[in-house]
């Protein structure tokens, strides 16, 4: 039998506040990235910082304030590549980055499992939205022929939109905290 693990804001109502801060500060970042394409530092730094404070105050602050580091360290160390290969803004790994202060290591890797299958499905809508069935099909085609495709994509798509990535990173990152060691 699997243990069941409670919610990171599951317990005393300070984790219900604090619970409201993550997603409130999480669904802010989302509505910016879809109306502007940009993530407010401002907003990535009172994440960062508010996880660092909930998770010293939730273990013993020592223990507490390196599980938040923890979590940011993997964090980036997942989602980097892609901005060195330019399939994710520095936004978006900033994000991530500062959400993972809240979720430690282990809910770090977990939010990011499910924040690419998000991603995915999300680019699908996307590609089906702007190429069309037929398009979406040659351009999975080419990707499984020439996965390069997928960073220097075939065919014009200067009129369409980026992506908000921070949606799907978001939706992983609630994921893992609503319902952490799902995965691992």
């Known amino acids: 039998m699997t243990a069941v693990h409670p919610s990171l804001f599951a317990g005393p109502a300070w984790k219900l506040g604090a619970g409201a801060v993550f997603f409130g500060l999480l669904a802010a970042?989302?509505?910016?990235?879809?109306?502007?394409?940009?993530?407010?530092?401002?907003?990535?730094?009172?994440?960062?910082?508010?996880?660092?404070?909930?998770?010293?105050?939730?273990?013993?602050?020592?223990?507490?304030?390196?599980?938040?580091v923890g979590g940011i360290a993997v964090g980036l160390a997942i989602w980097l590549p892609s901005w060195l290969f330019k399939l994710l803004g520095a936004g978006d790994v900033k994000m991530y980055a500062a959400a993972?202060?809240?979720?430690?290591?282990?809910?770090?890797?977990?939010?990011?499992?499910?924040?690419a299958f998000a991603g995915g499905l999300m680019a699908l809508i996307w590609m089906l939205r702007y190429r069309g069935m037929r398009g979406s099909a040659l351009t999975l085609w080419a990707a499984g022929v020439h996965p390069k495709s997928l960073i220097q994509p075939i065919g014009d798509l200067s009129s369409a939109p980026a992506l908000p990535y921070t949606v799907a990173l978001s939706v992983?990152?609630?994921?893992?905290?609503?319902?952490?060691?799902?995965l691992f």
């Open 29 to 68: 970042i989302c509505v910016s990235d879809i109306r502007t394409r940009r993530i407010p530092n401002k907003l990535v730094l009172v994440l960062t910082v508010s996880g660092l404070v909930v998770s010293a105050i939730g273990r013993s602050p020592l223990a507490g304030l390196a599980a938040g």
């Open 100 to 115: 993972s202060a809240w979720l430690g290591m282990r809910g770090s890797l977990e939010g990011a499992v499910f924040g």
């Open 172 to 182: 992983g990152a609630g994921i893992a905290a609503c319902f952490p060691h799902l």
